[in-house]
């Protein structure tokens, strides 16, 4: 399992890594989603999807808080990620946060996860474990 560390960004609300799983970028941002911090996450999530990672898996147990504009770049990157063939799957959401996602409607579009590691293990569309390399054939 490839656990590199792709990158991060901080301020003194939002701390933002990213790490390779596999076939999947996982994204985990921890502290407060908001207008003053979306750019944040924005950046690191528009660098995996120009990186090729069609598949995002955002770890959301160490978001605290997640306003509209926190919620508008996470459609954002799923639209950009189902067009080209992905999708974002959301994990280990607080109830505060999920309260967000229930009042909007956003739940209804959105793979979402109890734990990260159940976001990891789901199939991707051909098959393959998406939190790990598919295998070679040639193998």
Known sequence: MDRGTVGSAQ???LLVEVR???ASAVVTPAG???HHT???LREPIEDCLDRGFARLV????QLEFCDSTGLNVLLGARLKAEAA???V???GMLPVVSRVFEITGAEAVFTLHDTLEEAL???GPDGSEAGKPEADPGD
């Open 89 to 91: 799957h959301l994990a």
């Open 121 to 123: 293990s789901e199939p």
């Open 85 to 87: 063939g992905g999708g």
């Open 20 to 22: 390779e799983e596999g």
């Open 38 to 40: 979306a750019d944040l």
């Open 11 to 13: 301020s003194g609300r």
């Open 58 to 61: 955002v770890d959301c147990s």
């Open 32 to 34: 407060e989603l908001d």
